[in-house]
């Protein structure tokens, strides 16, 4: 595999963080690092797949997968699919403002819309606050996220949403 390739399959599966905003600034400066027990580039489909105790790190981002696939399209969109059991990230945010981690079945990532979607047993804490869901999706533009429960995700009935917001105990948002 190329360093070029390399880096664009990185630069995708690194997109599976965007569930959070305000992720270290400094991290989009440091050496993306892949670690996996295989790792296999497809040139005619364009497809870069990782398998195999999946590790890639960039700064304070960490991920954690059995498999990270990720498709370059001929207009340069890239999707992203990781699945594990599960899958696990985490990243310190800017400002102080703590840590992010998520964790899921299955993260996929696609550039053309924007869109991060966590399945399977999904869950994101920032701080004290947590989402957990049957699937999260989360809009990197619009930075909206969405949390179904299984029903609402065409699955059976059962596990509903849950919801956890802190207080401002710190009184930051007070003027």
Do not use: C, W
């Amino acid at each position: 595999m190329t360093r070029k390739t390399l880096l664009n399959a990185a630069a995708a599966a690194l997109l599976l963080a965007a569930t959070q905003a305000h992720a270290l600034e400094s991290d989009r400066k440091q050496p993306i690092e892949i670690e996996a027990d295989q790792g296999e580039l497809d040139q005619k489909n364009r497809s870069t797949t990782f398998s195999g105790n999946v590790s890639i790190k960039q700064g304070t981002l960490n991920i954690r997968a059995a498999s990270v696939n990720v498709v370059r399209s001929d207009d340069g969109q890239q999707t992203m699919k990781a699945t594990g059991s599960p899958v696990r990230f985490g990243q310190t945010l800017d400002g102080g403002k703590g840590t992010v981690n998520g964790e899921a079945s299955q993260v996929e990532y696609s550039s053309a819309t924007n869109v991060v979607r966590l399945s399977g047993n999904a869950k994101v804490t920032r701080g004290g606050d947590k989402a957990e869901g049957a699937v999260i999706t989360y809009n990197t533009r619009t930075e909206v996220y969405t949390v179904s429960g299984s029903k609402a995700a065409g699955g059976k009935a059962g596990k509903r949403v849950s919801v956890v917001i802190q207080p401002d105990s710190m009184g930051k948002n007070k003027k």
